[in-house]
């Protein structure tokens, strides 16, 4: 699936992300507060993301997006951390 084409690689990432998004309607169902929903959905597509990187995809390059992928690795992973202990571990 990985290091092939950068189409082949966007339309798994973008079939993937899809799962992701369905997976957090579910979890959105469950729990009374939405935003918890949101957060699986932002840590989902963040490791997602994370490991097209890590398994070396092309597409960041293909389509001239580096910025994306340093977002997604020094950014995302910091403000997913922050809103995790905010919303999960303040008190109310």
């Known amino acids: ?6 189409d082949i690689d966007m339309q798994a990432m973008v079939f993937l992300i899809i799962v992701t ?7 959105a169902f469950f729990v ?18 994370f490991l097209f990187i890590l398994f070396g995809t092309q597409l960041f390059y293909f389509y ?11 950014v995302w992973p910091v403000l997913n951390i922050f809103l995790i202990n905010k919303i999960f571990f303040s008190k109310k």
């Open 64 to 74: 001239d997006i580096l910025w994306a992928r340093t977002f997604s690795v020094f």
């Open 32 to 49: 009374k507060e939405k935003i918890k929903a949101v957060i699986v959905f932002s840590t989902l597509a963040n490791s997602l993301v």
């Open 1 to 6: 699936m990985f290091l092939l084409s950068p």
């Open 21 to 27: 998004f369905v997976i957090s309607l579910i979890v």
